[in-house]
């Protein structure tokens, strides 16, 4: 083999080695984290019941805006682009 295929072997492995061991810690830091979140929220179970109830309705979607009419020479417009379109994908 010639020595710059080599050296590009070389760099290949040792950047998937690096990639590989990095992820693998990664996960284990996702892991730990979560084990610890577990463990802070079962010391303190008023404080998740408590806050349980408020994000739920933080979360809750607003009701729909009532719908608004458009102006006829808006609509027009909004048309005639949308058929110049179709005979322009058409042809």
């Known amino acids: 083999m010639s020595d710059v295929f080599q050296a590009g072997v070389n760099v290949t492995l040792i950047g998937l080695g ?5 992820l693998t810690v990664l996960i284990f830091v996702v892991h730990a984290m979560s084990a610890v979140a ?4 079962a010391e303190r179970p008023q404080l998740a019941a408590a ?3 408020a994000t739920a309705t933080a979360t809750a979607k607003p ?3 009532e719908p608004q009419s458009v102006e006829p020479h808006i609509a027009g417009v909004v048309a005639a682009a949308v058929r110049m379109y179709r005979t322009r994908r058409r042809s």
């Open 38 to 41: 577990r463990l802070i929220e």
């Open 18 to 22: 690096v990639a590989f061991v990095l």
């Open 51 to 53: 806050a349980a109830p």
């Open 63 to 65: 009701p729909l805006a």
